[in-house]
């Protein structure tokens, strides 16, 4: 009987022979690695779309909580410092960048003014021909308004974001400031939460994923925190090199990713039922060329400020490891990569349970349930996947097989262990998640939607 694979790149369904169990070999669609399971993994018949994860009870009331929470969080922990040579660097790295904007500027110039320009000073030179006096009028002024567009255009839609009151989640933003005053950085004032699996911040602002959250423990979670304040620890030019990142990001947004424009468009030409999408295929070539006459700027952006970008991702990962140690940090790593593949598993899933109105109440319960099924085999192809992967030249980030290298080499034991599930942190998890779960179908899904087709999610946390 043939075995069942999903490769961990593109996510594609396999079908191998059984003499191949507990081999690894190369997708033939996209070339990725993929381990296959061992055959008593493959023989095990598939659990139900909501099989629960282990049991992880804390039958603990909010002061027992507190207490193993944060009487933990305590010890001497080692702070960043930046040398003044560093901050030198940034800081010329920071003048360079502010170049990008003003070539940026001058790049939609060149077309609007050339525009202008053809108008007022062709018709002496190519008479009075409408096709050659408004034909360049016309694609000047279209390009150079589509230059415009990463300024304007918004982001995908991935789910309604929820800001948190701090009463609501008063264990959770006491811990989150306590980690940053460990680190001598700056606690956000906003928290928010969603339906998807990420993680991220800026100087004020926190946003947590609340299916990452049900398939982490504490202390992860904890070391995901202390990195997003290690990149703005005072008196480590965090001030500037956040300043470097927005604008090499906004550039590399711009070039590398979608926005919301992008996604609909994108949908439009490639679905075969849609008659408007063969019209919209003119606006996706000129999206395209818009990402071509943007792409040195990105690469400037790389060239300026890659290095010192990935010194400052090595420090906030220094924050992590001195935090939760060296081994809790590669873990970490490690839970991850099986997360985002689980949430791939559960995002294609999604599509058929919304056509037989079957889908999960509870999209973190879900994750959870879906990562609790991976075969132990599988994951260390994941593990070993991603240890493969270089440092790209200039790159604003460095490669995670560089990142866990850094980490065994500071050897830290760390001074926070908490195993407890990071959901302790909210007082009513569950009620949260499942009002974020609605709201991200809600986004991805479209009415119609109605909330009595929901399904329980059964979970033993």
Same mark, same amino acid.
């Given at each position: 009987?043939?075995?069942?694979?999903?490769?961990?790149?593109?996510?594609?369904?396999?079908?191998?022979?059984?003499?191949?169990?507990?081999?690894?070999?190369?997708?033939?669609?996209?070339?990725?690695?993929?381990?296959?399971?061992?055959?008593?993994? #493959? %023989?095990?018949?598939?659990?139900?779309?909501?099989?629960?994860?282990?049991?992880?009870?804390?039958?603990?009331?909010?002061?027992?909580?507190?207490?193993?929470?944060?009487?933990?969080?305590?010890?001497?922990?080692?702070?960043?410092? #930046?040398?003044?040579?560093?901050?030198?660097?940034?800081?010329?790295?920071?003048?360079?960048?502010?170049?990008?904007?003003?070539?940026?500027?001058?790049?939609?110039?060149?077309?609007?003014?050339?525009?202008?320009?053809?108008f007022l000073y062709a018709p002496s030179i190519v008479g009075s021909g409408a096709v050659l006096l408004y034909g360049p009028v016309a694609v000047l002024l279209i390009i150079g308004l589509a230059l415009l567009k990463p300024l304007i255009a918004p982001r995908p839609a991935k789910g309604k974001v929820k800001s948190l009151a701090r009463d609501k989640a008063p264990l959770l933003f006491e811990f989150v400031d306590k980690i940053a005053a460990a680190l001598n950085a700056e606690g956000p004032k906003q928290?928010?939460?969603?339906?998807?699996?990420?993680?991220?911040?800026?100087?004020?602002?926190?946003?947590?994923?609340?299916?990452?959250?049900?398939?982490?423990?504490?202390?992860?979670?904890?070391?995901?925190? #202390?990195?997003?304040?290690?990149?703005?620890?005072?008196?480590? #030019?965090?001030?500037?090199?956040?300043?470097?990142?927005?604008?090499?990001?906004?550039?590399?947004?711009?070039?590398?990713?979608?926005?919301?424009?992008? %996604?609909?468009?994108?949908?439009?030409?490639?679905?075969?039922?849609?008659?408007?999408?063969?019209?919209?295929?003119?606006?996706?070539?000129?999206?395209?060329?818009?990402?071509?006459?943007?792409?040195?700027?990105?690469?400037?952006?790389?060239?300026?400020?890659?290095?010192?970008?990935?010194?400052?991702?090595?420090?906030?990962?220094?924050?992590?490891?001195?935090?939760?140690?060296?081994?809790?940090?590669?873990?970490?790593?490690?839970?991850?990569?099986v997360i985002d593949f689980a949430w791939k598993q559960v995002q294609a899933d999604l599509v058929f349970q919304h056509k037989e109105n079957q889908l999960p109440d509870n999209l973190p319960r879900q994750l959870e349930s879906a990562v609790a099924q991976i075969p132990d085999e599988f994951r260390a192809g994941l593990a070993v996947e991603a240890d493969t992967t270089e440092t790209a030249d200039f790159a604003l980030m460095p490669a995670e097989k560089d990142r866990l290298a850094a980490a065994i080499a500071a050897a830290s034991p760390g001074i926070y262990s908490c195993p407890l599930p990071a959901t302790v942190l909210f007082d009513d998890f569950d009620s949260l998640a499942k009002d974020v779960t609605w709201d991200y179908y809600l986004v991805e899904l479209g009415p119609p939607l109605e909330r009595r087709f929901l399904q329980p999610v059964v979970s033993g946390a």
């Open positions: 009987m043939p075995i069942s694979v999903t490769c961990p790149q593109c996510s594609t369904t396999l079908k191998v022979k059984d003499e191949l169990a507990g081999k690894r070999g190369k997708c033939p669609k996209c070339q990725g690695a993929v381990q296959i399971p061992a055959a008593s993994a #493959a %023989e095990t018949k598939p659990a139900p779309p909501f099989a629960p994860q282990p049991a992880k009870k804390t039958s603990l009331s909010a002061e027992e909580r507190r207490a193993r929470v944060l009487g933990l969080l305590s010890g001497p922990m080692e702070k960043l410092s #930046a040398p003044f040579s560093f901050r030198l660097r940034m800081f010329m790295a920071a003048t360079a960048t502010c170049l990008l904007p003003a070539l940026y500027a001058v790049l939609v110039t060149l077309f609007l003014g050339g525009a202008v320009m053809w928290i928010t939460v969603d339906g998807n699996p990420d993680f991220h911040g800026s100087r004020s602002h926190l946003h947590i994923g609340l299916p990452l959250v049900a398939c982490c423990t504490v202390d992860q979670l904890a070391g995901m925190i #202390a990195h997003e304040c290690g990149r703005h620890v005072k008196g480590t #030019a965090s001030g500037t090199a956040s300043f470097v990142r927005g604008i090499s990001h906004f550039f590399f947004r711009a070039v590398k990713q979608r926005d919301a424009w992008d %996604e609909s468009i994108y949908a439009a030409t490639t679905s075969r039922r849609s008659v408007l999408g063969k019209l919209l295929w003119p606006l996706r070539i000129l999206f395209s060329l818009v990402k071509i006459l943007l792409w040195p700027l990105m690469y400037l952006g790389q060239l300026f400020s890659g290095l010192l970008l990935q010194k400052t991702e090595f420090d906030a990962d220094l924050c992590q490891i001195r935090l939760i140690g060296s081994g809790p940090y590669e873990a970490t790593f490690r839970t991850l990569r």
